[in-house]
């Protein structure tokens, strides 16, 4: 089945030690999204590749990085975890403005 | 920059009864309009959407939702609810054509006891 495939599932960090969370696809979708969700809040959109053309939030911090080497696969880069940074990360993707296809999500604890 | 504003955070109901999550959204220009359902332990999913026409629209497991563009809302319905129907719903605005731009709302988490 076609699908969003987020690895790994559960990620432990040390704090400000470098993590690369994982997300592919096998839609053939065009734009591909990283969420960050806290408990109880809604997904917060980070950031999102339509094609190869990299969209940044104007409150993402700087600490997270995105990688899109090619249409199936999408790489979230956390520099330096804090503390804060431990959530829920969730992947999606869309053909343009249509419905999003959500991963089943990578949990970030840091220690 | 839109946002959305879901009315409820939790909804506890009895099987059978009668559901409806409030949704309002402020955007100036035409947005398409979603709702994503999160049932325990599973990834979000798409529950129904709305892009143009009819603004009753119809989605999975019987729910349903209708948008009304003067009060700018787009709430969901369902006239009978069941106990696998507990979960967290979320809306979701995108502005038509503008992909990257959802903006979701904080969720309402439904329960429903048998």
């Known amino acids: 089945d076609a699908m969003v495939i987020q690895n790994p599932r559960y990620q432990v960090t040390q704090f400000g030690k470098p993590v690369t969370l994982s997300c592919s696809q096998t839609?053939?979708?065009?734009?591909m999204y990283w969420y960050q969700q806290k408990s109880s809040q809604a997904p917060k959109l980070l950031f999102h590749y339509y094609d190869k053309d990299f969209n940044n939030e104007a409150d993402t911090p700087d600490n997270f990085q995105s990688r899109r080497p090619n249409t199936s696969f999408c790489f979230l880069d956390i520099r330096s975890p804090g503390l804060g940074d431990a959530a829920m990360y969730l992947c999606?993707?869309?053909?343009?403005?249509?419905?999003?296809?959500f991963g089943p999500g990578t949990r970030l604890t840091v220690t | 920059a839109q946002s959305v504003s879901q009315h409820n955070h939790h909804v506890i109901l009895s099987e059978a009864a009668s559901l409806e999550l409030g949704c309002n959204y402020s955007y100036g220009g035409t947005v398409n309009l979603f709702w994503y359902v999160q049932y325990p332990g599973q990834h979000l999913q798409l529950l129904l959407k709305y892009f143009s026409g009819d603004p009753l629209v119809k989605g999975i497991k019987g729910f349903e939702a209708e948008f009304i563009k003067s009060k700018f809302s787009f709430n969901l319905r369902k006239p009978s609810v069941q106990w696998s129907d507990t979960a967290e719903y979320f809306c979701a605005v995108t502005p038509s054509g503008n992909a990257g731009k959802s903006t979701f709302g904080d969720g309402t988490t439904l329960t429903v006891k048998p």
């Open positions: 999606a993707t869309s053909k343009t403005s249509y419905e999003q296809y």
């Open positions: 839609l053939n979708h065009n734009v």
